[in-house]
């Protein structure tokens, strides 16, 4: 049974960092194209930032560029997100995934597997 595991959601106030985590159990990461989404409540969920089976492509939304960075770590079959000088608008649930393709996913269409989500509050 495949299992993503995300850890490392909180409150933080604004300028502040966080480092998401998911941890795969039953899959094996570095085969997947991989990824954090979020939704905030009323909106589409949105890739915010993907890596690619090979990690050559990396992909992040445009709000978040310079300040989040998507990496894994394959020896512990982990994905991270830091997330450094956070602002409210980045409220939201996060979502690791994952997607059984060669290129880089993007859209929650692609996605094989999700974890159950994290929430992130940035508020003072």
């Known amino acids: 049974q495949v299992q993503l595991v995300e850890s490392g959601g909180g409150l933080v106030q604004p300028g502040g960092s966080l480092r998401l985590s998911c941890a795969g159990s039953g899959i094996t990461l570095r085969h997947y194209s991989v990824g954090w989404f979020r939704q905030a409540p009323g909106t589409k969920r949105e890739a915010v930032a993907s890596l690619s089976s090979s990690d050559e492509y990396k992909y992040y939304t445009e709000s978040v560029k310079g300040r989040f960075t998507i990496s894994r770590d394959n020896d512990k079959n982990t994905l991270y997100l830091q997330m450094n000088i956070l602002k409210p608008e980045d409220t939201a649930i996060y979502y690791c995934?994952?997607?059984?393709?060669?290129?880089?996913?993007?859209?929650?269409?692609?996605?094989?597997?999700w974890g159950q989500g994290t929430q992130v509050t940035v508020s003072s």
């Open positions: 995934a994952a997607a059984a393709i060669t290129t880089i996913a993007t859209t929650p269409e692609e996605i094989d597997y």
